[in-house]
């Protein structure tokens, strides 16, 4: 594998994303510029935002390393991936459009008018925040290290750099017009490639991949694949987690606050569907035909690297070297988007509940909004940055994975039931969150500090792993059961709100310029 070329795209990408990054700049002036890009994203664009955002090193390398490792059972992976946003689609993104909030604690207080719960939201959006940004940190340091050979730290450093560079140069605005740059830049990478192997493939007298001939290629080494204790549940457990954790994410969620109204939200939803499925096409590719062309990995080398591994394999030389440069850019690409979104969410919430109130009240209310954004900026993308160096060396699709089991369990039920259940009250919506984060991260701090894998027959582990499936439901049941022992802390404004949030805004509109002034 050749360093310099795959250095020349690291650069090339870098230098794009820094520039459209500074256009975004000369048009970034307002608190609303920073925060929503001033809400005036169209339904097109958004999409190519929120699909560059979304696509995370997870999804560049984590998905194709997972199913390398694990076998055909995770080609659900992608399949939860797409649908989280179908779920997205039909139940909230109109209704958080119209709420007319910045982000998610913003929708909290507005739904449940309580200060305290805005700051339990708020601090589950910077955990949650954080926790994402930490596989991107690790997968940059991974791919520069795998196509260089350098040490995994200036990856990281560099992810980190250039993404506080178009955050704080523009917010918003410049991160927008970046993703939606760099989803195009992702697609073509990891196509490209995949179709040139495939060709190869074919053109050396072998026959097309099939999954379900056990004489065929891929049949022959699926008894290779590490089989995963208790499938069945650990499957389903994980499409749980995707389709509601979606909803839950900080970086998803902000995006559709960019839209000028619900009717606009619905149709970038839509987009995004067909975005993302196009490009879930091919990680699994990847890793099916990294089994066949890199049966065993050196010692000490993640399955998470297969896919910059796998050109150099099945072409080796200048050709193999040129296609591990172009997906090098496209997962370089992929951290840089993922981690901006994460940090633009991060820092908004960080400025608007932490900062920005304690930095004014000490300079008597002289600090310019656009300053604080900026630096919330620096310890949004500041504190994981630094927790990567202590983080044990997860797969990149499983940290992302308990991101979006802790998601579902605490922001979801927030979520769905303030959009949809009238009775929600305060100390219910509390009793869900603090149930749901119980549950979830202490299932993730086990599952870091280990358990047995033989504890309950092999049960607790899977359960630890993947507690989506009993932690998500325990946080419903907690919200609704306390919400209906509690009908005093229900909202008096509730019904009002929940119309706010369902009507569309024509109809609103519409029925403020017929009403007498």
């Keep these: 594998m050749s360093p310099t070329w795959s250095l020349t795209a690291i650069v090339l990408v870098t230098v794009a994303t820094l520039a459209v990054g500074a256009l975004g700049l000369r048009i970034s002036r307002t ?9 005036l994203v169209s339904a097109r664009l958004n999409a190519s ?10 999804s560049f390398l984590g998905v194709a390393g997972i199913v390398y490792s694990l076998g055909t059972q995770m080609l659900w992976l992608p399949v939860g991936y797409t649908i989280g946003y179908l779920v997205l689609l039909v139940l909230v993104a109109a209704p958080l459009r119209r709420s007319g909030a910045y982000t998610i604690p913003d929708f909290a207080e507005l739904r449940l008018q309580s200060p305290r719960l805005r700051r339990g939201a708020s601090l589950l959006v910077v955990g949650l925040g954080w926790l994402y940004l930490l596989p991107q940190f690790q997968g940059a340091g991974l791919a520069l290290h795998t196509v260089t050979g350098g040490p995994p730290a ?27 740059m760099q989803y195009w830049l992702k697609l073509a990478a990891i196509a490209i490639p995949a179709f040139v192997l495939v060709w190869l493939w074919i053109r050396a007298g072998e026959p097309l991949p099939g999954f379900t001939d056990p004489a065929g290629p891929f049949g022959a080494n699926l008894a290779a694949y590490r089989p995963r204790d208790h499938p069945v549940y650990a499957t389903y457990s994980t499409i749980l987690a995707l389709c509601f954790g979606t909803m839950g994410l900080p970086h998803v969620l902000v995006r559709f606050y960019t839209n000028p109204d619900g009717t606009a939200a619905r149709r970038t939803t839509v987009i995004v569907i067909a975005l993302l499925g196009a490009f879930y096409v091919f990680p699994p590719l990847y890793g099916m035909l990294a089994r066949v062309n890199l049966p065993t990995l050196p010692a000490g080398v993640s399955s998470d690297s297969v896919v910059l591994l ?11 070297d040129l296609l591990s440069a172009i997906l090098a850019g496209g997962a370089f690409a992929a951290f840089l988007s993922t981690a901006s979104g994460l940090t633009v969410s991060v820092a908004g919430v960080i400025d608007q509940d932490l900062l920005s109130g304690a930095l004014n009240k000490r300079l008597g209310g002289d600090l310019p909004a656009t300053q604080s954004f900026r630096l919330a900026s620096i310890v949004a993308i500041g504190v994981p ?10 797969a990149l699709a499983d940290l992302v994975g308990m991101a979006f089991a802790i998601a579902a369990s605490t922001l979801c039920p927030l979520l769905l039931l303030g959009v949809w259940w009238r009775r929600l009250s305060t100390a219910g919506a509390a009793a869900g969150m603090v149930v749901g984060a119980t ?3 202490g299932a993730t701090a086990a599952t870091f500090v280990g358990v047995p894998a033989d504890a309950l027959g092999g049960w607790l582990p899977v359960l630890l792993a993947q507690p989506a499936a009993w932690s998500m439901p325990a946080a419903f049941a907690a919200a609704m059961v306390v919400s209906l022992a509690t009908p005093g802390s229900v909202p008096k ?7 706010r949030l369902h009507v569309p805004e024509e109809v609103t509109q519409r029925g403020a310029s017929a009403s007498p002034n």
């Design 493 to 499: 404004n509730a019904a009002r709100i929940l119309v």
């Design 49 to 58: 935002a929120i699909s560059g955002e979304y696509l995370s090193a997870a």
């Design 31 to 39: 608190t609303s510029d920073f925060y929503v890009a001033g809400r």
């Design 385 to 394: 940055f630094a927790a990567s160096w202590l983080a044990p060396n997860l």
């Design 439 to 441: 549950l979830a991260i």
């Design 154 to 180: 200036v990856g990281s450093l560099l992810v980190a750099v250039v993404v506080l560079a178009s955050v704080a140069a523009g917010g918003m605005r410049s991160i927008t017009l970046v993703q939606a």
């Design 310 to 320: 796998l050109p150099g394999a099945v072409a080796p030389g200048a050709l193999g």
